[in-house]
């Protein structure tokens, strides 16, 4: 998928199959509620946030403040509101060279509850520390799927 100049990949392991899996269930849903149902669903609204985020907001500008993060993950960037659940972090990384810009979906993190040890940005900086997310373009691809 290119988005305003922007080829966006998704991490198989991690937000690859958060995405199918939650896409899956979102056609279940389609396939078993009255319309009126399936729309408000929570699920249903989940999946669109995620989608329009991925689609049209970090495309305008992935290196906007409002989606930077600090410390440990200054490389990163999310997403938080626009349209996504109250306790929701949509996780990325942008990387820019003159070749290639790209966009590297990498993770849904939920529940962001401040000084909880299962906090969003806590599991995602360990996710980070661990080396699950590789630092170069060329590794982040071999980990990735287009869509």
Partial sequence: MIR???QIYFIKRLFGKQRRDLQAEVHRL???LP???YFTHAKVKLYTAIMVAIKERIPEDPFAEHFALSGSLKKYGRVKKMGL?????LFFRTLQTPEHKAIFILWLGYPRKA???NDCYKTFAKMVERGDYPESLDELL???EED
């Fill in 35 to 37: 319309s009126e149902d």
């Fill in 115 to 117: 000084g909880d040890k």
């Fill in 85 to 89: 659940p109250n306790r929701y972090r």
């Fill in 4 to 6: 305003n100049g922007w």
């Fill in 142 to 144: 071999l980990k990735s």
């Fill in 30 to 32: 389609k396939k078993t």
